[in-house]
């Protein structure tokens, strides 16, 4: 194996004592010793690697993305920040002289820009061709008439279930699906890129590489499909891997579900992971379930998915199993009746309290539900990048819960397991040290210090992912997955922790990522 010393560092190694050495001896994918610990300084004909006075930590662990679907996306028009008329001239730009059978594709637009979306301003650019315009929540999507026909929704009179159509006063759709109506339009192009091996590949390739530029040594993926397990241990073979991945099925898809768990998988690279349902839909789109209704609309509570007898069906399969599972719930309501789920199926099955179950998002907790996620054992696997659109938050919400959703400091406070991720692309930005500037610097007394976002984004999401014992801290015995940041993010503003520069990024001791400042 080969023998390495990291060394001229501040390596904080966020094990128990948060130790902070000058440098990390590593043999093959382990870290075996502090530099100047047991003998291990003289590195024994070990590769000496300078780090030039850098700060190093351990790789930041994503606890939820979409990496297939994040490389896609780079493929086609971001819609992101663009109004109408942007939007329109994005996509005659990418798709001047298409074919009529070609489907136009963007993703990215949201609300605040276009806040009346209609299937009449596509129809006028593209009046053959099928146009979907992706929502950035992905949760929602705008349509025009050929693309309607094609999903065979035009004439639909009611809404499919856990989602809805949206429509005009005289009851004709407007071109707006959200959630469940959507769904079929993401199975569609997930299935084109899971069918073309060298499509997929290259967008999981695409992936890794931005992956590798934040720092990125682990991530949580909804996977979803088999054929991409295929891909990333295509990929493991030609020794491509730059990020270790947990590969999660959906659970509502038995056939898969059942498939994904009989693929291969490569240890510590390509692992299976928990299976993953939906609660409820997204603030964007009004579809969050939320126990007070969205400002503005009294009537509107959002668009419940699994509950009821459906969901405590699949908490006490789970529990018969003795295996994981992840729960999108981003609305207090879908939050509370999760609960209250787990409460009755534990009165069957106590064990399940012992299976870190996760809600994901979690991002309004009524305060009288914190201290039940604590005794029923739940983690939430948070996205601080969330955070970034508080205006907007409070548009949806009104400024008394505005002010208390992304409950992070009360979440550590009651002593519930909290972890951080991305999930990139419904987010626009995958930086974790962004992530990080938001939780550590956010208003109000939610407000987190930057020790306790790193350890969300590392020991947190290890722990999420049952794999504490070999990564998250750069402790000897762990995986030398580590990140060499130009500054220390303990010392600088935290203001200015989304302007420190990723210069090396280590992946089991081998380099993936080195800035072209280094060259």
């Known amino acids: 194996m080969t023998r390495k010393v990291f060394h001229n560092a501040t390596i904080i190694t966020l094990d128990e004592r948060d130790s902070v050495v ?43 993305l979409h990496a297939l679907v994040m490389g896609d996306h780079a493929a086609y028009p971001d819609l992101s920040g663009l109004d109408e008329r942007g939007i329109v001239e994005a996509l005659r730009a990418r798709y001047d002289g298409a074919g009529r059978r070609e489907t136009v594709i963007g993703f990215g637009w949201d609300y605040p820009f276009w806040p009346e979306p209609h299937r009449r301003v596509l129809d006028t650019v593209f009046p053959d061709n099928p146009v979907v315009l992706f929502q950035f929540s992905g949760h929602g999507a705008c349509v025009n008439t050929a693309m309607l026909k094609r999903m065979r929704l035009d004439n639909y009179r009611g809404d499919p279930p856990g989602g809805r159509i949206m429509r005009d006063e005289a009851g004709a759709p407007t071109g707006v699906l959200t959630d469940g109506a959507v769904e079929p339009l993401h199975n569609r192009r997930f299935n084109e890129l899971n069918g073309n091996p060298r499509l997929a590949t290259e967008r999981l390739r695409y992936a890794m590489r931005v992956f590798a530029e934040h720092g990125i ?21 030609r020794h491509e891997m730059s990020a270790r991945f947990r590969c999660w099925p959906l659970g509502t898809r038995g056939m898969m579900q059942a498939a994904m768990r009989l693929a291969p998988y490569r240890s510590g690279w390509v692992m299976p992971g928990p299976h993953k349902y939906f ?47 992840a729960f999108h719930a981003i609305g207090d309501r879908a939050v509370r009746e999760f609960l209250d789920a787990v ?82 692309p419904a987010e626009r930005s995958i930086a974790p040290l962004q992530a990080l500037q ?39 015995g762990m995986r030398a997955d580590f990140v060499v940041l130009s500054e220390n993010p303990l010392q600088v503003d935290p203001h200015e922790l989304g302007a420190i520069r990723v210069l090396r990024t280590v992946v089991g001791g081998r380099e993936v990522y080195r800035s072209a400042e280094l060259a």
């Open 343 to 424: 409460e009755e199926v534990a009165e069957e099955y106590p064990r399940i309290s012992e299976l870190r179950l996760r809600l994901e998002h979690a991002q309004l907790i009524d305060p009288a539900d914190t201290p039940r996620l604590r005794r029923l054992g739940i983690l939430i696997a948070a996205q601080p990048h969330a955070l970034s659109s508080p205006q907007k938050d409070r548009e949806l919400l009104g400024s008394e819960r505005a002010a208390r959703a992304y409950p992070y400091r009360s979440l550590l406070d009651a002593g519930v397991p909290l972890s951080f991720g991305s999930d990139a």
């Open 217 to 237: 040594t682990s991530v949580q993926d909804n996977t979803w499909n088999l054929l991409s397990v295929w891909w990333l241990n295509r990929l493991y073979r």
């Open 279 to 325: 609660l409820d839909g997204a603030f964007s789109t009004r579809t969050a379930w939320l126990i007070e209704p969205y400002a503005g609309e009294p009537q509107n509570y959002g668009t419940p998915v699994l509950h009821g007898g459906a969901l405590r069906s699949v908490l006490r399969t789970t529990a018969r199993r003795g295996r994981q599972a």
């Open 22 to 64: 000058g440098g990390l001896c590593t043999e093959g994918e382990w870290v075996t010793a502090h530099l100047g610990s047991g003998g291990a300084g003289d590195g024994g004909g070990a590769e000496y690697i300078d780090l030039g006075g850098a700060s190093v930590l351990p790789g930041f662990n994503d606890n939820h």
């Open 438 to 476: 938001y939780a550590a610097t956010r208003p109000g007394p939610e407000q987190i210090t930057v020790l306790e976002g790193l350890r969300c984004y590392t020991t947190g999401s290890a722990y999420a992912e049952g794999a504490e014992q070999e990564k998250g801290t750069l402790a000897p």
